[in-house]
């Protein structure tokens, strides 16, 4: 097998198109939306939910690279929320330390006046509050990203899946986002709840088959929506055809 170089970092791989190395994957598809670079996505396992992210920078990416501009979108605004998270929670451990350094300040240099009192046990919960409140802020950033996240794969599920004419499966969709079964399925299962148009098939090998409703092209009888033009036209017509047989009978005698 022929080495190639790899045009990002020069080391030599076995595959033109990708490198081990450094995480390069040819491909504007595959173009990370934080750090502009060619690269793989690696997983990472955040409060139990499966997150993609950057090999090179650690950013959030779509699986895949699909989605096209509202996963990355998506992936710009979790990666906010991710590093909203990370600075509450290092300034929590800050301020905590602050907090017991002031403590043991205070507890060598405690004074016998009540003022003086006053004034070191203030100074000592002023870093204690800000601790707690920085703390506090960690689990509703965290909780923003991770639901952007489901967002921005719910997006690339949902180019995956109108791109499939026959009706996607839980089982391809697995495959080409490289998530589990149950993970597509629930994707899935979501996407045609907020597709009003979507239909669910069972095929002859008893695969269920998601089909959304980029490939209806008309829409059913049902599903149409009266013309109030089309309803005057007709009430006009109406009329006109009464007024024709009172006439005729008017005739007629």
Known sequence: MTAATC???????TQPDSCDRCGYVRGERFRCPHCRAEARTETRVVDGTKVFVCAVCGGPRAPAGLGGEAAKAHAREARTHFRAATRAKVASFAFGAAALLVAAVATIAW????AGKLVWLGVTLAPTLLALRSRLRVAPARARALATVKAMHLAAAKEAAEAAEAGATAKELSKRLGVTEPEAEALLVELSAADVGARIDVDDDAEVRFRLSTYDAEPSDAARVADPRDEQ????AEDADDTDDAARREAAR
């Open 111 to 114: 004074p016998a006046a009540f």
């Open 233 to 236: 036209a007709a009430l006009e």
């Open 7 to 13: 045009p990002a970092c020069g080391a030599e791989t």
